[in-house]
């Protein structure tokens, strides 16, 4: 095994380290300390076992320590509403209170040790849980919830206490929601309520009660995990459990900060596998963390950006608001999967129509024309004078009679559509009672997508609370934005689940010959010159410019030679971060002459800035083709990410970029190229030839690969900019940047 001659360690021993269980608990797969099949190449975990929470979501005993029913106490009214909880669920309740013998009737025990029977659940209702651990350890107690406040919420004093916590937890062998937690685990759930469930996840439980609250429009809620402060359980793990349980169909989050960002996509990763939505308001943006001023990499991505990149790559959906939150969990809980992808708004209003379907086609919602006998056969019932192309609009009088239904199960009829969208945007009875109940029956029968935009701000019509809402089948919005936005939540989930290959079971386990030879290069805490960030580059297979270092005038002039005219010519130096702006390149060199004279400037501007050179680089001039960049930046949350977008001098001023957190297939790499907002630049403009867009994502995925083997190693990379030549030509690497950490 190689190591590094300046002190890094190699990712075989990273591996070891953390199977080793140095700095992060060891991780623990198939309910087996993981091996080395476990992990990724830099010592990650590529599998989570989903925490086995049953016994926390329905206990067949809970221990209530603190226990209370002195009145005014506020113990009193938690102990109160979890008497009735465990009563709901069918378990057995014991106060622990060292002064009562009894707690509402119900004998009391002095401590835990002094428990009848072993517990599942413990909810602590203390001040401080800490000395309590301790006892739940020897009390062999599975899970335990804390309430109490004044940790990391109130800063580094209050982070420093529930890291002991934390440290407390994983010694005793237990599962600690909060603390900084609430009740809302313990709510009142509907249990009338039929069909696939929401289970929510909140790290602030006021901003679930949206959510919950929606049981009282018949949408079925299950659970409801608050997850506080997160010193141990944390959103990740209750993702996981909730993908494995059938009655579920999606899951709202509300998330203010991640835990841990692998865990997080591993999470992800188990509820795509399973074909299970997350819907997520991830809220809390954080300003982007330091990072060294020389990359453009590090300029074109903040914390939020990655982020939002991670989720989009493994379907996590992301939604502003909490009533988009509702709703597209909701119709995404409830709907089946597609039968097509084509959506049709109809309506009985031609304004209606066109405003609907421009929002719709301007948010990317599939809008296809319907073919000419389908509105022949509309024809018959609509007046041939209304468009019946998409939208439909039946100009209003047809939904008054035997009509409306025939026009409703033409259109779902048809094999090209999948999703039938009627705005009504406000009541107009008795045709909108009658349209509304059309539309509630028709649903009955098909296996397609029905929804139904009810418009009225009053929101008390017997069509709106009795018709619509009383249907499992139709999904019912009150707004235009909401419905577009869960519609294609819906169609996007579907296709992506269709699709979905797990990155982590493609991911490398060991080391690449490349690693190794990139071993010597490296510099902890230092800049690479150009130079030897190129012959990093090399190592890892992508493809560099022909190019001498020399250090004299003479050997510009003999290298130039031997590159062939033209030539550029760069001075190379481990402290120079942006060339350009000192004037140390030069370029179109044509003669030795030019060279010579070249080169006596060069070194001449870089005595005068006080700059160190390693020597000149007499480089292959590159011309045509497309300037890109490809980098690594570390993110604080989800390590080693790489970015690609426009480069050369538009790189800062575009910022047009996309991220991905690897590991990632050459799909993932292909959709960040289709994310540019100047992907046609890769397709050719104005008579440019397209580019070779295979070696650009080959670039990629090499990169990509440099990531995620030398992701402990590196800071950042730039390659700025990488020149993707025509068609057939491959990518050149002109200029790169490497940090090492």
Not at 278 to 303: D, F, P, Q
Not at 496 to 506: G, I, N
Not at 712 to 733: C, H, K, S, T, W
Request: hydrophobic share 45%; net charge negative; charged share 20%.
């Amino acid at each position: 095994m190689l190591g590094s001659t300046h002190g890094t360690l190699t990712t075989d021993s990273r591996r070891a380290r953390v199977i080793a269980c140095g700095e992060q608990p060891s991780p623990v797969v198939h309910g087996r300390p993981a091996d080395v099949d476990d992990l990724d190449v830099s010592g990650r975990p590529l599998y989570a076992d989903a925490p086995d929470l049953d016994r926390f979501f329905r206990p067949e005993s809970v221990a209530v320590v603190g226990a209370s029913d002195a009145e005014g106490r506020p113990n009193t009214g938690i102990t109160r509403q979890l008497i009735a909880w465990a009563e709901r669920v069918g378990a057995r309740l014991h106060p622990v209170h060292p002064t009562r013998q009894s707690v509402f009737g119900i004998p009391c025990s002095p401590s835990l040790a002094d428990l009848p029977e072993q517990v599942d659940l413990a909810v602590l209702l203390v001040g401080d849980p800490l000395p309590v651990i301790g006892e739940l350890a020897e009390a062999k107690v599975k899970f335990a919830v804390a309430f109490a406040s004044g940790f990391a919420e109130t800063g580094a004093e209050g982070a420093a206490a529930q890291a002991h916590l934390a440290a407390a937890v994983r010694r005793a062998g237990l599962r600690l929601l909060g603390p900084n937690t609430n009740l809302n685990a313990f709510e009142k759930f509907r249990d009338d309520l039929d069909g696939p469930a929401i289970a929510l996840i909140t790290q602030s439980g006021h901003q679930g009660r949206p959510v919950f609250a929606m049981q009282e429009l018949g949408v079925r809620l299950s659970h409801w995990a608050p997850t506080g402060n997160e010193a141990d359980l944390e959103t990740a793990d209750f993702i996981s459990y909730f993908s494995e349980q059938p009655e579920i169909g999606a899951i709202a989050c509300y998330v203010e900060g991640l835990k841990d960002g692998r865990s997080f996509l591993l999470a992800a990763d188990r509820a795509a596998r399973h074909g299970v939505p997350v819907v997520a308001v991830k809220v809390g943006r954080t300003e982007t963390g330091a990072r060294t001023a020389a990359s453009h990499t590090g300029k074109l991505t903040g914390a939020d950006t990655v982020v939002d990149a991670a989720m989009r790559q493994y379907g996590v959906i992301r939604v502003d608001g909490l009533d988009e939150l509702q709703d597209t969990a909701a119709l995404l809980a409830r709907a089946r999967a597609p039968r097509a992808e084509g959506v049709v708004v109809y309506s009985i209003s031609g304004g209606t129509g066109a405003h609907f379907a421009d929002l719709a086609t301007a948010a990317g919602l599939p809008l296809p024309n319907l073919s000419a006998p389908k509105q022949a056969e509309l024809h018959q019932w609509i007046p041939e004078y209304l468009s019946v192309t998409n939208p439909v609009d039946n100009g209003g009088h047809p939904v008054g009679d035997w009509r409306g239904r025939k026009i409703i199960d033409a259109i779902l009829a048809d094999p090209e559509v999948g999703v039938l969208i009627c705005p009504i945007t406000g009541p107009f009875p008795p045709m909108s009672d009658k349209l509304a109940q059309d539309l509630v029956d028709a649903a009955e029968q098909t296996d397609k997508l029905v929804c139904v935009v009810w418009g009225s701000p009053v929101g008390t019509e017997a069509a709106y609370r009795e018709t619509l809402l009383g249907s499992s089948k139709v999904a019912t919005f009150r707004t235009f934005a909401n419905c577009i936005t869960a519609v294609r939540a819906y169609l996007d989930h579907h296709r992506f689940v269709a699709a979905y290959r797990s990155p982590f079971d493609e991911a490398p386990r060991t080391p690449s010959p490349s690693f190794r030879k990139t071993q010597a290069l490296m510099r902890p805490g230092q800049q690479l010159s150009e130079h030897a960030a190129k012959q990093l580059l090399r190592a890892y297979g992508i493809r560099v410019p022909r190019e001498q270092l020399v250090t004299s005038a003479a050997a510009a002039v003999r290298a130039a030679s031997l590159v062939g005219y033209p030539v550029v010519m760069k001075a190379s130096g481990a402290q120079i971060a942006h060339k350009t702006e000192l004037g140390l390149v030069k370029i179109g060199l044509t003669s030795a002459s030019q060279v010579r004279d070249a080169y006596r400037e060069l070194t001449d501007i870089a005595r005068y800035e006080g700059i160190s050179l390693d020597g000149v680089l007499v480089c292959q001039m590159v011309e045509r083709g497309v300037e890109m960049v490809v980098g690594v930046t570390h993110d604080q949350l989800f390590g080693p990410t790489v970015t690609v977008g426009l480069g050369g001098v538009l790189v800062e001023v575009l910022r047009d970029a996309a991220v991905r957190v690897p590991p990632f297939g050459e799909d993932q790499a292909r959709g960040m190229l289709g994310e540019l907002r100047g992907r046609a630049l890769l397709e050719g403009v104005r008579g440019g030839p397209p580019v070779d867009v295979d070696a650009l994502v080959e670039v990629v995925m090499r990169v990509q690969r440099m990531a995620l083997e030398l992701g402990d190693d590196i800071a950042e990379l730039d390659i700025n900019p990488l020149m993707v030549l025509p068609r057939g030509q491959g990518a050149v690497a002109l200029d790169a940047l490497v940090v090492c950490r």
